[in-house]
Each structure stands twice: as structure tokens, then as C-alpha cells.
């Protein structure tokens, strides 16, 4: 009898575990669709940045020219002067990515699933690894420079103090050296800054069809 209660208890207990891990699969995708939703919401504020910059920065020859030339202040300057204070950071929900991987839970999904989830982190840590790097390393450099390029304002400070962008940008120098130097960055800076929209958009969309695909697959809501 104490056999027969020993290997009934074993088999329930085998029996509960097998339950709960065919009901985990579930779980995590779950809570993987509302991390992808955070996301998307997080990438749009990211992509509406860039793509702000991407204006802001358009054609800085002719901003270049007109200065070099005509040895004034343009418009134009106001929006580089803003465009390159800085950018707002790659921010992603990990929560569920971190229990796939540091619990496991990968193993326990279809090869589908695991591979479509692996691919979604991998350009996830790549995009906040080219922020991190070149990105800050122009962002650095450029700000260096533009310290040098721009005067001191009341206006200027009034706006950082309000946290808006400054209505009115002076040039504390019309160096041609420096201003060819700084336009130079400026214009790598630009490149990097479309590059992050690009990849941003890029795993934007992915996120969108994964959400989509594995509300259908789970009959998620």
C-alpha cells in the first residue's frame, strides 16, 4: 500500500508539472505580445525624434553656403543648433526576453516561436549597441564642437531652463575652419541619425507583425 501511495503520488505530481509547463508556452507569449506593444508605442516616440532631426537637418550645404557666403546667421542655423542637443534613447521592455532566456523558458517553445523571438532580441541589442557606440561618440563630438561654433544667449539658456528649443541661435565664431569642421560632423552625425531611423522603423514593423502573428496563432486578445 505505501508503494502503491508512493508511485500514485509520483505520477500526480509528474502529472502537474507536465500541466504547468504545456501551459507556460502560453504564458510567455502572452506576456511577449504586451512587451512587443509597450515597444512599438516606445519606437514611435524614437522614430518621431529622428525623423524630426532628419527635417531639421536637411540640406546643410545651403545652410553652409549662406554663412560662408553671405557671412550671416540663417534660419537654418537655429534648427542644426537644436537637431544636434541631443537624441532620445533606445529604451525596450525586456521582461519578457530576460525569463526566456535566463529561465529557460526558450526550450519550451516551438523552434518557430524561439527562432522569430531570438532573431526580435538580437536586432534589439544591436540598434542599443550602435547608440551606445558611434552614435554617442558623433553626439559627443559634435557637441564639443558646436560649444565653440554658438554663443552664450539669454534666450538660449531661457529655453533650456523651459525645456523648448531656444528661438533665437548666435554664432560666437565665423571661423571658416571651425564651421567647415563642425558642418562636416554634422553631416556623419546626420548619417548616423538616419541610420538609427531606418533600423528603428525596421524593428518597429517586425515587432507590429509578430504581434499580429501570434495574436492569431494563440488566440490572444
Same mark, same amino acid.
Given at each position: 500500500?505505501?508503494?502503491?501511495?508512493?508511485?500514485?503520488?509520483?505520477?500526480?505530481?509528474?502529472? %502537474?508539472?507536465?500541466?504547468?509547463?504545456?501551459?507556460? &508556452?502560453?504564458?510567455?507569449?502572452?506576456?511577449?505580445?504586451?512587451?512587443?506593444?509597450?515597444?512599438?508605442?516606445?519606437?514611435?516616440? /524614437?522614430?518621431?525624434?529622428? @525623423?524630426?532631426?532628419?527635417?531639421?537637418?536637411? %540640406?546643410?550645404?545651403?545652410?553652409?553656403?549662406?554663412?560662408?557666403?553671405?557671412?550671416? /546667421? &540663417?534660419?537654418?542655423?537655429?534648427?542644426?543648433?537644436?537637431?544636434?542637443?541631443?537624441?532620445?534613447?533606445?529604451?525596450?521592455?525586456?521582461?519578457?526576453?530576460?525569463?526566456?532566456?535566463?529561465?529557460?523558458?526558450?526550450?519550451?517553445?516551438?523552434?518557430?516561436?524561439?527562432?522569430?523571438?531570438?532573431?526580435?532580441?538580437?536586432?534589439?541589442?544591436?540598434?542599443?549597441?550602435?547608440?551606445?557606440?558611434?552614435?554617442?561618440?558623433?553626439?559627443?563630438?559634435?557637441?564639443?564642437? %558646436?560649444?565653440?561654433?554658438? @554663443?552664450?544667449?539669454?534666450?538660449?539658456?531661457?529655453?533650456?531652463?523651459?525645456?523648448?528649443? &531656444?528661438?533665437? /541661435?548666435?554664432?560666437?565664431?565665423?571661423?571658416?575652419?571651425?564651421?567647415?569642421?563642425?558642418?562636416?560632423?554634422?553631416? /556623419?552625425? %546626420?548619417?548616423?541619425?538616419?541610420?538609427?531611423?531606418?533600423?528603428?522603423?525596421?524593428?518597429?514593423?517586425?515587432?507590429?507583425?509578430?504581434?499580429?502573428?501570434?495574436?492569431?496563432?494563440?488566440?490572444?486578445?
Amino acid at each position: 500500500m505505501l508503494f502503491l501511495a508512493v508511485t500514485l503520488g509520483f505520477f500526480v505530481e509528474n502529472q %502537474r508539472e507536465h500541466y504547468i509547463e504545456h501551459k507556460r &508556452p502560453l504564458q510567455y507569449m502572452t506576456s511577449f505580445v504586451e512587451d512587443l506593444k509597450t515597444d512599438t508605442s516606445k519606437f514611435s516616440v /524614437v522614430i518621431k525624434g529622428y @525623423s524630426k532631426k532628419e527635417a531639421q537637418l536637411d %540640406r546643410l550645404y545651403l545652410c553652409y553656403d549662406s554663412i560662408k557666403l553671405n557671412n550671416t /546667421v &540663417p534660419v537654418c542655423i537655429r534648427n542644426i543648433y537644436s537637431a544636434t542637443i541631443g537624441y532620445d534613447d533606445f529604451i525596450y521592455t525586456d521582461r519578457t526576453l530576460q525569463q526566456l532566456k535566463n529561465a529557460g523558458g526558450l526550450r519550451l517553445l516551438e523552434e518557430e516561436d524561439a527562432d522569430s523571438i531570438i532573431s526580435y532580441d538580437q536586432l534589439l541589442r544591436y540598434l542599443l549597441k550602435v547608440e551606445s557606440t558611434s552614435l554617442q561618440e558623433m553626439q559627443t563630438k559634435v557637441r564639443a564642437t %558646436r560649444n565653440s561654433v554658438f @554663443s552664450y544667449s539669454e534666450d538660449t539658456e531661457t529655453g533650456w531652463t523651459k525645456g523648448t528649443e &531656444p528661438g533665437k /541661435v548666435n554664432l560666437a565664431s565665423t571661423d571658416k575652419n571651425l564651421l567647415n569642421r563642425f558642418f562636416n560632423e554634422v553631416m /556623419v552625425y %546626420r548619417f548616423a541619425c538616419r541610420f538609427q531611423l531606418r533600423q528603428t522603423i525596421k524593428l518597429k514593423e517586425k515587432a507590429i507583425v509578430l504581434i499580429r502573428f501570434y495574436l492569431t496563432k494563440y488566440h490572444l486578445k
